[in-house]
């Protein structure tokens, strides 16, 4: 072997993207969307526009009203379901109500649930969740009910009988449920920590880690920004990205583990910023196609037309996307970063060994 | 195997001679083929005929539980008598002991998925998946909960409805208890227990089942008592909530039930099932357009998997279908695939570097095995993570965790096993072709196409 012997030779990749040269400017894209999440937050959080807060908190998490529509003499589901619904939609859409999912119930009904955020004049909207405001919701739902009793008669003449009931509802999805989903997600990622210092190195480990919090944050960046809702799924949203996420990272510390053992054993010197593009481009096609395929599933999900699902599937596609950014540019430039923080540090002792030793 | 290959070796060597794949292959087709059909139901019965008997059975995909979100279940509103109340905490606090004590007994029926909300001002609402009859839910919580101390012999010293004024959490002495509070009665009979009972244990029993058992260490005349235990404010406060539950007779009328469709609509585990299908299948064809010959043998290892997969799903006990669990599945497909890639990658590099000399199946062999160590750590600390899923996540956590075990231990082994099989049985007929494994880097320029 001759002496100009270096790692891009030996391991034969074609250098497409050079990592490690650009490391500060990889955070600016993550800082930004961060950033621009804050601020929307705060847009939306001022009293006096049609956003009622800093975040779109579902009825899962926040409470709503629910409203049983009962019709007897008519078909309500069947072929008539569409109609109706779109016919109760409507009727909550005039009350600046809007709803948040509809399901049939026995044989006659239609259940619906909406927020009790009503969009007032000029496009304000005023949450009614409180506890002051609550009288107030309670008469704006009994203006619902007699609304949509009056619009079915209409429609269906005066022979059939119909019921509306709106009630407010409290929050489903208990503190519990947030606090084990926090401690439970908590306690797999320090587990993955562990394992993954001991199997690879401290410093590919707190890369990792960082990457999967920088990737929950990411996600939440986007859901406050495109207002997606809060709820249930979402959480199960957020956990599927960290299971996902440490994943792809992990394939690029394979090939760093892999070419640190070349360099040894081939008695290179160990230049992070190789070690890291060059790992980096080896994985790019791998990395670029399992992305894709999983967003491929999960974007045909989410283009299937069912809101509840594209509820779910958005928050997971930003988080792919963000997985996928971060391992290839965020957690090899941190690993890198670290790796040289420590050669000085080992050159200062040395020299300072010298020195003492003087 | 007879894996004895070295650098120099031209000649092709293969691990199955062409007798033992083609009889390999016709097992394994016949295999998969009678677990595929099992699948789905091809005409809608549930029953087949020979010769005048009738034998039933059931679809593998019609035996998968499902949850509220997907399947729906029943619900009740149920009237809570709010009239013996004189203020409005007094109403509110009740109406949460009930509603917690609900849930707790739902849970301990095994409904775990169940939701109880307040509706309104003085109703309760639960909904319950997978439950088809109405008489089972109203019997189900019809009965209120009864609080009962019982002596050391066994006799019921108090009754909770009777007795008990409240249960509350406070820090006594630096430690968390659970202060007890009598009515006039109460005192009374409490009174009269304790004197009885000095250094004996006094137990109290929620719905015959007992809680706690505290020593008596002095006649307690005044109508109060501490339960004093390692509790954290969390654990009193939660004893005292059932405390409560049990001591206060709301009286619940259900006024309304009825079955509901999912919660999520209609459609969504169709679409989604839809959803997974169309993607498996563009993945399919652009691992074949990609890796030709070992795309096929990964696309037939992805195709047992879904099936497998099915079985698994059907099988294990503590699957119910959420549409987190189905994020899991979709998410585990990706990583089957992700496994794939890798290995194929590593086989396309391995046979770069190799130059002319190295043959295509070393090339394969070689590919399998250095992409062994990243499929297994990437998937070692997913592992890890559904596992701490499943001992600490609430129930819709669990189940997310369950199949996304399910389907990444499967996916390890479909990848590693069943795909390398595959390709030994290819390779036994066709192990010269390089264009047929996608692996000819004649031009120097085409060594990674996108």
Redesign the interface.
Known sequence: MKKQNSLINL??T?H?LSIFKNSGYWFILPLAIIFVGLVCGTIYSQIGNRYDGFANIGIDFK?GS?L?VEMNGAEMQGNNREANYELIASILGQNGLSAA??????SD?I?VRYQNSVIGDNNITIDYNTSEMAEEMVAINNTVEQQVEDAFIIKYGPTIQIKANA??????ASS??LK??A???G???L??LI??AI??DLFSGIAALSMQINDIIIMLSFVIIFRIQIN??L???L??I???S??NT??IF??V?DNIKLIRTQNLKLIPGEIVDTSVN?C???A???SV??L???S??AC??????SD?ALP?IFGVLSGLYSSLFLAPSIWGLLMIAKQKNEIKKAKALKAQKR | MQNKSSEKQVKEWHVFSKKTAIILSVAIFIFVATLAVFVFPLNGKDSFNISNTNYDFFWVSKAIKLGLDVEGGMYAVYEADISVFESEEETESALEGTMSNLQSLLFNEGYTEATVTKQGRNQIRVEVPSIEDTEHLISLLGEPAVLEFKDSSGTVVIKGGEHLERATAMLYEGQYVISLKFNQLGTEAFAKATEANVGKTISININGEEVMAPTVNSVISDGNAIIQGNYTYQTANDMATKINAGTFAVKLSPISTASISPTLGQNALLYSIIAGAIGLFIIMIFLIIYYRGMGIAATIALFIYTIILMYLLALIPWVQLTLPSIAGIILSIGMAVDANVIIFERVKEEKRMGGLGKGISSSIQKGFSKGLPAIIDGNVTTILGSIVMIIFGATSIKSFGITLLIGIILSMFTAIIITKLLLNILLSFNSESEKFYALSFKEANNEKTK
């Open positions: 391991t034969g074609k497409k409470g629910v049983t999912s509809d399901q049939n119930s026995g009904a259940i009630e407010m509802i409290n929050a489903t519990d449920l084990k989903a401690l439970s997600v306690i797999a990622m587990l993955m394992y993954t199997r690879f249930s799924s959480i199960a949203g956990i599927t960290v299971a996902y440490i994943n992990l394939l394979d090939r583990r080896q790019l096609t791998r670029l196609f399992t395929t999983t491929l599933t999960i045909i999900l299937m037309g069912i809101k509840s699902l779910f997971i």
